[in-house]
């Protein structure tokens, strides 16, 4: 039996890309058999990677069937979250003129503006 | 009926699958269609891996990549903010075309979308989106390059094959990106092409899968365009060089370049564009920064200084020290040397800032290159004719 189809270096090189596969899943990827369980679960995974502002405002913006919302200087700035924003709440899509405008709980809100709602991480108000 | 599906009949459906999948997406009517593909692509590749695949353990191989993906969070940047939110918008939208809007442009827009276009197919299937299971969709893509592998590299060879595979690969198997999908598509257009090149005879059966392969190669990302057409102007040159015309084999490479070339089109059309195009690579800024030696000491550092590429660039100069096969080393350095002449342009002329784009890309942009080293050197060590 040649180097081919020799059995005992298969089983070799069998053992070897498992031991490559159970690496790669657990050390060099975060693996979970709890994500894989739920893994076909509607909307599920999100709570794992994204800011729970970003939750809520999925959240609100699904509840009330939002077509367009608008958000704050502050976080238009912050790429991370405005992307995160962009990504989780689409088909609805973000709008920068509208008046109606989500702020962070943390942020100032101006003189000018008034608040209409308040959640547990954003505030809506109208400027 | 079954029993007309032989097995390169049967690899060149599943390629059919993926493509016709993209071409249901242009118009937003064909929903049942796309579910029915997608049933299709399932049944095609589960018929051939019972059936006709020789190597049982890539069925085994396939299923435990399906597991790891679904046990994963999809977490990187390119994989979340590109790939699947493209394939998010395919799926809300029900077409490809909703690029024209040039809405989001941090996530690219104007980039090829075949693959997210699969993956919104398999969230039809499902019929809802969550933030696991879409990326599947990229994983599954792999099952008709790694079939080919197989079908050439038989036994032990495919294995030690796969391990190296693997090696360069690794994450990009599973995680959602698609830097994995244009390494194993490239190997495998590189070795038809090579085929098609060099043992002229019973090309024809192979056109297919050239085509095949090579049109989702180009749709996948940029560089499997630029991958492609280091590849097309590799075999142009033999033609050239040994006065062996194949003007088949060219109408070929034209065809295979088409599907892209009207992507473009299109987005030039409906001037989509991403945040980087804006202040877009230029020839001013290849000008000006192609005097600066330590770019040039930057780019080969992260480059052909990685590990992994460097393994590979061994073990395929050992092998082809030991094993002497000239024609085979000549394909191989030409495709490498204009890839990496590319990406060297590509470096120069970048509009961001050189080391944070050498750091975030070049590990990832090198892999083909790595994985086709390997694939060569395997071949060029155990030298038997494909078929």
């Known amino acids: 039996m040649n180097f081919i189809y020799n059995k005992k270096i298969k089983i070799i090189l069998i053992f070897i890309i498992f031991i490559q596969l159970i690496f790669l899943a657990n050390f060099r990827l975060n693996f979970k058999i709890e994500i894989f369980k739920k893994s076909f679960v509607k909307n599920y995974g999100a709570n794992y990677i994204l800011p729970k502002s970003v939750l809520e405002l999925k959240f609100i913006s699904e509840r009330n069937n939002y077509k367009k919302i608008n958000v704050s200087n502050e976080i238009k700035d912050n790429d991370f979250l405005l992307q995160r924003i962009t990504e989780f709440i689409y088909p609805t899509k973000l709008d920068f003129d509208l008046s109606e405008i989500f702020y962070l709980q943390s942020e100032k809100i101006p003189f000018s503006c008034g608040k209409l709602k308040e959640f547990e991480y954003l505030v809506l108000v109208k400027c | ?387």
């Open chain 2, 1 to 387: 009926m079954l029993k007309l599906i032989n097995k390169k009949n049967n690899i060149v459906l599943i390629l059919i699958t993926i493509i016709t999948n993209y071409i249901f997406f242009v118009i937003p009517f064909f929903e049942l269609i796309i579910k029915i593909n997608f049933i299709l692509f399932i049944f095609f590749s589960i018929f051939y891996l019972i059936i006709y695949e020789k190597n049982k353990f890539l069925i085994i191989f396939i299923i435990a990549l399906i597991f790891i993906n679904l046990g994963l969070l999809t977490e990187s940047w390119d994989a979340r903010s590109i790939w699947l939110f493209k394939s998010k918008q395919i799926f809300f939208e029900n077409t490809i075309l909703f690029s024209k809007n040039n809405y989001a442009q941090f996530s690219h827009p104007d980039y090829p979308n075949i693959a997210p276009a699969f993956s919104a197919a398999l969230a039809k299937l499902v019929g809802h989106w969550n933030e696991i299971f879409p990326k599947l969709g990229f994983s599954l893509m792999f099952i008709p390059g790694l079939i080919l592998l197989s079908k050439y590299f038989d036994g032990n060879k495919f294995l030690i094959l796969l391990s190296l595979t693997i090696f360069v690969i690794g994450k990009y198997f599973v995680n959602g990106e698609l830097d994995g999908l244009i390494s194993v598509y490239f190997v495998v257009s590189a070795l038809i092409i090579h085929k098609m090149n060099f043992n002229q005879n019973n090309i024809r059966s192979d056109e297919f899968l050239y085509l095949g392969f090579a049109v989702i190669l180009t749709l996948l990302k940029l560089e499997g365009l630029v991958l492609l057409l280091c590849l097309i102007i590799t075999s142009v040159f033999y033609m050239l060089v040994n006065k062996k015309t194949n003007y088949r084999l060219m109408i070929l490479f034209f065809i295979s370049l088409l599907p892209i070339i009207m992507w473009n089109l299109y987005c030039f059309y409906y001037d989509i564009n991403n945040a980087n195009t804006n202040y877009a690579y230029s020839l001013e800024g290849l000008l000006s920064s192609i005097y600066i030696f330590k770019n040039f000491t930057l780019i080969t550092e992260y480059l052909i200084f990685n590990e992994k590429f460097l393994l590979s660039l061994i073990f395929f100069v050992f092998s082809v020290s030991y094993y002497r096969e000239k024609k085979l080393f000549n394909f191989v350095f030409l495709v490498i040397l204009l890839y990496i002449g590319a990406l060297f342009i590509v470096y120069l002329s970048t509009p961001l800032e050189i080391e944070w784009h050498l750091n975030s890309s070049a590990n990832r942009v090198i892999k083909p290159i790595s994985l086709l080293l390997f694939t060569f050197g395997i071949y060029n060590i155990f030298n038997k004719n494909i078929n």
